[in-house]
């Protein structure tokens, strides 16, 4: 055959970002980094934004920023919104206050301050970058052809985890060549910078990419890849293609260091699930 890479798909280079601190780190950081290294293809790069603390692993395919030298302004905002109730998971409830996750934006805008500067400084270096949550661990060897399969291609301007709910934002694909990619990244972080997500009905971040994605699909700036299902409202990443390579420790099942059996709604047949 003269041309038989027009029936493959072109190989795209791909990097991965993550962030943690140092509490992070001992609970679940290292053994993402640990599985990373160890069953990712050798070509991709993990990217971690480390919070106060020193990251022990050394690799060529580890590079490590610290948040204090490279997210001015995530510490910005944080300074700006530190007294503010709404802004740290307190929401008005009569005299008093609710708590909730919902309504902590200072605790996730970490990972937009994170994923915006990735995307900033890759722009030109990758084609896709894939904002992996550090309470993921790799249990089996991820081939270089799946990496490529659920990138963001073309006008997708990133692949996400969609569910019943706002996504499941611990895996999402960048497409770094997007011509509104930049456009993307500055209203992601402007929202939170500027207060308007005082004004949304929660403020996490997936919620917030959930918003921003929904309004560019509606003016036809962007489309999106959904690599989830819209009949799950929970573990989505588990019961996605990804779950037969990683593993997604929600909640109390960091000191597992597993998911249960029963977060599964279909049987795996992995190793790691038996
Ligand atoms: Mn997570």
Request: charged fraction near 30%.
């Amino acid at each position: 055959m003269l041309f038989p890479n027009l029936w493959r798909q072109e190989q795209l280079r791909h990097v991965v970002v993550t962030t943690f601190h140092e509490k992070g780190y001992r609970d679940y950081g290292k053994k993402c980094i640990e599985t990373f290294l160890k069953y990712w293809p050798k070509d991709i790069s993990l990217l971690v934004y480390a919070e106060d603390v020193h990251v022990e692993e050394k690799d060529r395919r580890l590079q490590i920023f610290d948040h204090n030298e490279t997210l001015p302004r995530l510490l910005k905002f944080r300074k700006k919104f530190a007294q503010n109730p709404p802004a740290n998971g307190l929401r008005p409830l009569g005299n008093s206050f609710e708590r909730d996750f919902r309504w902590d934006a200072i605790r996730f805008s970490n990972k937009v301050f994170a994923v915006a500067d990735a995307i900033r400084r890759y722009r030109t270096l990758a084609d896709q970058l894939i904002w992996l949550d550090a309470d993921t661990v790799t249990h089996r060897d991820i081939p270089r052809g799946l990496v490529d399969k659920i990138a963001p291609r073309g006008n997708q301007l990133a692949s996400y985890l969609n569910r019943r709910i706002y996504p499941e934002c611990g895996w999402v694909g960048y497409n770094l060549r997007h011509q509104e990619i930049l456009t993307f990244v500055e209203r992601f972080e402007c929202t939170y910078t500027s207060g308007y997500f005082l004004t949304l009905k929660e403020s996490h971040d997936s919620f917030v990419f959930w918003k921003i994605a929904q309004q560019m699909e509606q003016d036809d700036e962007a489309v999106f890849k959904r690599l989830g299902s819209n009949r799950t409202k929970s573990h989505v990443f588990i019961n996605s293609i990804l779950g037969g390579y990683m593993d997604h420790l929600k909640g109390d099942r960091k000191a597992a260091g597993k998911s249960r059996k029963s977060d599964l709604s279909w049987r795996r047949r992995e190793e790691w699930w038996k």
